[in-house]
């Protein structure tokens, strides 16, 4: 074979996977300076990504670390945190106005659930990101044809999650019912970054309202004397939350 035809060949060869690289790495610090941007904007808490790394070619990759700061006059300092987010994506999507996500996973996550008279810190969250929305708050992020990107997410998983009852000494941890969501914006055409999120946390505050009605059911049962006060003011707080019931 030509050498000169080898040569050639080895340096289109090597194109691609700079070209390959290159394209990875830009849609993964795309996606990590879009929620760095307009996640504050729309919880108005401190919002982190630590690092995204998407494939250009099969639109799968994982979101890492995630940081979500609780709203001001709670304890802790976090809500929740992440570790990692499997999502996939159809190929190239990203790149335009109507996002594709094929599917959304995250294992182990780990919630905060503070309560006092009639709030809760991740109702408080819920309420910041409402009223961005409704206050008109230019939050949602746009694609380069100025509209502003809707989503799709054909299935979002949420498994093995914990929630944290109370901060400090008496503080219990309990386990997450699992949640499972289709057809996220499928009907609509596609949704807004703040309309999704909307719809996993107020799907998220139920199944910490459950954790917490377990936890205290099991009051002076199986926990210890700290840990059931806790549970105990939590389902207090959450009987207030829901009205007395």
Known sequence: MNKKLIYFGGAILALALVAYVGLTLFLGSVVKAGVN?????????????????????TGSGTLSGLYVGNPNGWNSEKAFYLGKIHVEVSPFSVLGDHVVVREVFIDQPEFVYETKLVASNIGDLLKNIEAAIGGGKDTAPTAKNGRPI????????????????????????????????????????????????????????????????????????????????????????????????
């Open 150 to 245: 809707k989503f799709e997410v054909k299935h979002f998983r949420l498994q093995n999650g914990r929630v944290t009852l109370g901060v400090g000494a008496t503080a219990v941890t309990m386990p997450m019912p699992p949640i499972e969501l289709n057809d996220l914006g499928t009907k609509e055409g596609g949704i807004t970054s703040e309309q999704l999120v909307v719809a996993v946390m107020r799907s998220v505050s139920s199944s910490v309202v459950t954790a917490t009605t377990q936890a205290a059911g099991k009051v002076g049962t199986t926990m210890g004397a700290a840990a059931a006060e806790s549970a105990k003011k939590a389902g207090e707080g959450l009987k207030k939350l829901l009205g007395g019931k």
């Open 37 to 57: 941007s307009f996640a504050p904007k729309l919880t108005q808490t401190k919002v982190e990504l630590a690092g995204a790394h998407i494939s250009p070619l």
